[in-house]
């Protein structure tokens, strides 16, 4: 079993960590701040256990086997020097990013796989000029990778193509979903689909067509309990008898629609100001963290019914 | 308990037979055709005995008794003369939709509430110059809706408040999840969301960002688990702290989103048949049946855990 890195043990690393643990791969997991370190393996340790008792820890090893697999590193070059792949997990900030993979590429492997999580800044911003540039992609996840196995891989144009044919390979192969971009756009994938949604969401607002509790009702009533277990494009392809079928039927006024929607949105001012009103009203800020725990508990019974 | 006449005993009707017989209510349903009113209350039994076997059916009423709410009526006059609620369910064309609502409200209590289930058609165009206008709305299901609560309620300008309210309230007694539009625009709510899904996935094969294959396990392995749960307003809320402060981390970037998005897309050309071919390989047309029961079943499982 491969050697993974994992640099930044946050929440996003804490759960890169049980992803590959939990799948028989040793990790070395590094944080530049050592009392972080150690709470967020202590953290993973806690976490696994919690998953375990639920039945929704993924992986064939179990919690206590996978966390003797964690080994803290204390320093990039303990923790990618012995890697075939290395999963950057620190804050979103480029420059941050790229200091981080200016030691990672110095100290890991030749033949290594460098991945960022980050979810906005290109490989190719993130590896130019660097020695290994074509060893580094992203791999973008959903939060938390543990419970929402999509990854999005994004290559640079000079990623070496079993850079992208590795990741996607072994990010299967401990359970994780990856998708691969043929190019960098921005926004990704997940963005572009995530964002138009939200971007709707904002004018049905600032029309006034639905209170922001009714429109919000929408996703886990209704469209969302299909996106569960459906692709947006397979949905309409069941909608009709084929796609070509349901474009006959609705292809005119769904282009119809776009147009009705108008130009961009800026997510600012009174719009803003009425959404954030009114889920406050209902998740409070200071309920924010408790409301996330709610969310990942329920995403832990997904995927417990999704791998039954 | 009011009994609630259902007009049309295709897939929908049959599906509302079930939502309102199962909380208790008597149900008259009609069809013009008698040999499908006939095979469509067998359906409606052999429906609810599965759901009943696999743990999944709605309501306090069990299978056999619920089946005995549930007369047919031979006229459109038998079917709504004693109800207090009407849910239209036939053939989406506004030729035959208006000639039902012609009629029925010729038959119908003075107070009686008259729903479409059109996913299109404006209340105030069905009900216009009717003696009973003030009484139509659109009733518009996610199908099915015994599997998927959302129901968007779409008032004309002239609906009397208390059909508002009182179908909100009725529907929402027997466990659907009803949304009110506060008025008419072309997609109501739901194909407002929908295909600005639909019309993105478009754009990313057309510009050949991703796979077919790939692009549709965003949902499924990725945002689809969150939506499930949460409304797509909330879950920006939760992925910082409130969404005010998600928009000034990512307000600017979704602005740009939008830009870089491009004018409206038709749903047609090689991008359709691309798609069209993609998914065919995976669900020929021959199987889509299948696939929808396949659907169907794991909507029944995502109930149940929702419901426990």
């Known amino acids: 079993m491969e050697t993974v890195g994992i640099i930044g043990c946050g929440l996003v690393g804490q759960s890169w960590a049980i992803v590959f643990s939990t799948a028989g791969h040793p990790v070395r997991i590094y944080d530049n701040d050592p009392g972080k370190l150690l709470s967020g393996t202590q953290a993973i340790l806690t976490k696994m256990v919690e998953l375990e008792t639920k039945g929704a820890l993924r992986?064939?090893?179990?919690?206590?086997?996978?966390?003797?697999?964690?080994?803290?590193?204390?320093?990039?070059?303990?923790?990618?020097?012995?890697?075939?792949y290395v999963q950057e997990c620190v804050f979103e900030d480029f420059t941050l990013k790229r200091k981080v993979f200016e030691e990672a590429e110095r100290y890991?492997?030749?033949?290594?796989?460098?991945?960022?999580?980050?979810g906005n800044i290109f490989a190719s911003r993130l590896s130019e000029g660097l020695g290994k540039k074509t060893r580094i992609i992203v791999a973008h996840p959903l939060n938390p990778p543990h419970l929402v196995p999509l990854v999005e891989i994004i290559p640079a144009p000079w990623t070496d193509d079993d850079?992208?044919?590795?990741?996607?390979?072994?990010?299967?192969?401990?359970?994780?979903?990856?998708?691969?971009?043929?190019?960098?756009?921005?926004?990704?994938i997940?963005?572009?689909?995530?964002?138009?949604?939200?971007?709707?969401?904002?004018?049905?607002?600032?029309?006034?067509?639905?209170?922001?509790?009714?429109?919000?009702?929408?996703?886990?009533?209704?469209?969302?309990?299909?996106?569960?277990?459906?692709?947006?494009?397979?949905?309409?392809?069941l909608n009709a008898n084929g796609l070509?079928?349901?474009?006959?039927?609705?292809?005119?006024?769904?282009?119809?629609?776009?147009?009705?929607?108008?130009?961009?949105?800026?997510?600012?001012?009174?719009?803003?100001?009425?959404?954030q009103q009114q889920i406050e009203e209902r998740?409070?800020?200071?309920?924010?963290?408790?409301?996330?725990?709610?969310?990942?508990?329920?995403?832990?019974?997904?995927?417990?019914?999704?791998?039954k």
Chains 1, 2 share one sequence.
């Open 59 to 84: 992986g064939t090893v179990k919690a206590d086997k996978a966390f003797g697999l964690i080994k803290p590193a204390y320093s990039i070059q303990e923790c990618v020097r012995e890697a075939a």
């Open 108 to 118: 890991a492997p030749d033949d290594v796989m460098l991945a960022s999580s980050t």
């Open 163 to 188: 850079v992208i044919s590795g990741a996607r390979r072994l990010l299967q192969s401990v359970g994780q979903e990856p998708i691969v971009a043929k190019k960098e756009t921005a926004g990704f």
């Open 190 to 237: 997940i963005c572009r689909i995530q964002h138009a949604i939200t971007a709707e969401c904002f004018k049905l607002i600032r029309d006034e067509v639905v209170s922001v509790a009714d429109l919000d009702k929408l996703m886990p009533h209704g469209l969302g309990l299909r996106y569960a277990f459906l692709g947006a494009l397979e949905t309409s392809y």
């Open 244 to 275: 070509k079928h349901f474009c006959s039927l609705y292809g005119d006024s769904i282009y119809e629609l776009q147009n009705q929607s108008g130009p961009p949105i800026k997510l600012e001012g009174a719009t803003l100001d009425i959404i």
């Open 283 to 307: 998740i409070p800020l200071d309920k924010i963290e408790e409301r996330r725990k709610w969310r990942d508990e329920r995403l832990a019974e997904l995927f417990k019914l999704k791998h």
